[in-house]
Each structure stands twice: as C-alpha cells, then as structure tokens.
C-alpha cells in the first residue's frame, strides 16, 4: 500500500515540476492529430467505396473492391458507410449489379416460357389432332402455359445490397491520438490544479 502510495506521490511532483503550459498545448497538438487521422480515415473510406461503385458500373471485379472495404471498415473507426449524408439503408447499394441480375433472370424466364410454349403447342395438338390452329387448341395452350409457366425470381437483397459497421475505437492513428489527448488533458488538469494549490499555500504562508 505504501508502495502504491509512494509512486502516487511521485508522479504527482513530476506532474507539479513540469508546467501545465506545456501539456495543454500537447494536448492541442494531439487533438489536431485526432481530427486529421479521423478525417483520414473517412475519406479513405470514400475513396474505396468509390472504388466499389466504380467496379459496379464498369463490371470489374466488385467482391475484391468490396472486401477491401469491409477490411478497411471493420479496422478503422469513423469509416462508417453511412457517413457523409448518406441516407440509404443500406448505404452500399450497387444499382447495376442489380440490373444486370433482374436482366439475366428475365432472359431465362424468358427461354424457359418459349420452350414451354412449343411443349404447349405439342401437347394440345396431340390432345385434339383433328382441330386446327384455333378452336379448343387456344384454351388449351393457355392453361398449359398457366399451369407450367415459369416467373422471374426476386433478386435477393444480400447480392447487391450491403453495410459495414467500423468500430467505436481502433488501434490505428487515430485512436491512439484519441487515447493520448485523453490523458493529456487529464495531465494538464492535474497539473493546473496542483499549481493552484500549491500558489495558494505559498499566499497563505506569506500571510
């Protein structure tokens, strides 16, 4: 307990000895390194979900684009894609890998429909061989084609839709500029009120 008292004290002299002028403005300096890391870690994030927008439009290579930003996102704080006045939820929505599915899926929609047409066309002409084109053929294509038609599928949502969260602190510049005005200030703190302490006492003893 003594022990622990003892290197109490110590610091506390230390903190007195040094002027509370200097932690202040490495306390300032620190904040000014925290916003600028912290602005660095946002526009980093912009620039690669830029990158992922890009590879949306141009059909690049979007899962390598996207994980980039997932890692970079879930390693550094203030990278949240929601920032900058994005109101869309989920922010990361890549509108032409969605057309492309809703295309793709309406194409084999499409091919399947047509074969299942023909198969109609055979099936209701065996079904009544003496009638022509029209006549009980046409009800009877039509249900076929009701009954065996293929309809488009819903993209789903977890194929062009995405959102990554970045952490409340993280182990980068950032945070630890973060972490190192914390304890600025509270060495500032200290060491202001210790000096007032201490210029009271020596007013005290002069009366």
Not at 88 to 96: A, D, E, H, N, V
Not at 123 to 146: H, K, L, M, W
Request: with cysteine; charged share 15%; proline share 4%.
């Amino acid at each position: 307990m003594s022990n622990f008292l003892n290197k109490t004290l110590g610091k506390l002299r230390f903190l007195g000895q040094v002027p509370y002028g200097v932690f202040l403005v490495l306390f300032v300096l620190s904040v000014g390194l925290s916003i600028y890391a912290l602005r660095h870690n946002n526009q980093e994030m912009v620039k690669l979900r830029n990158a992922v927008y890009e590879a949306d439009k141009n059909s690049g290579n979007i899962e390598t684009t996207l994980k980039d930003l997932r890692s970079y996102v879930y390693g550094h704080m203030n990278s949240d894609l929601a920032s900058g006045g994005n109101a869309i939820k989920p922010p990361i929505q890549l509108k032409y890998s969605y057309e492309r599915l809703q295309t793709a899926e309406q194409t084999r929609v499409d091919e399947a429909n047509s074969q299942i047409y023909t198969e109609a066309q055979d099936y209701c002409q065996a079904q009544n061989p003496s009638s022509f084109s029209g006549g009980p053929r046409v009800p009877c294509i039509e249900d076929y084609v009701t009954t065996h038609g293929v309809k488009a599928n819903e993209v789903p949502a977890g194929v062009y839709k995405f959102d990554f969260i970045s952490p409340f602190w993280s182990p980068d510049l950032a945070g630890w500029s973060l972490v190192a005005s914390v304890v600025l200030f509270i060495a500032f703190a200290a060491s202001f009120l210790l000096d007032r302490m201490v210029n009271s006492q020596m007013k005290s003893q002069q009366l």
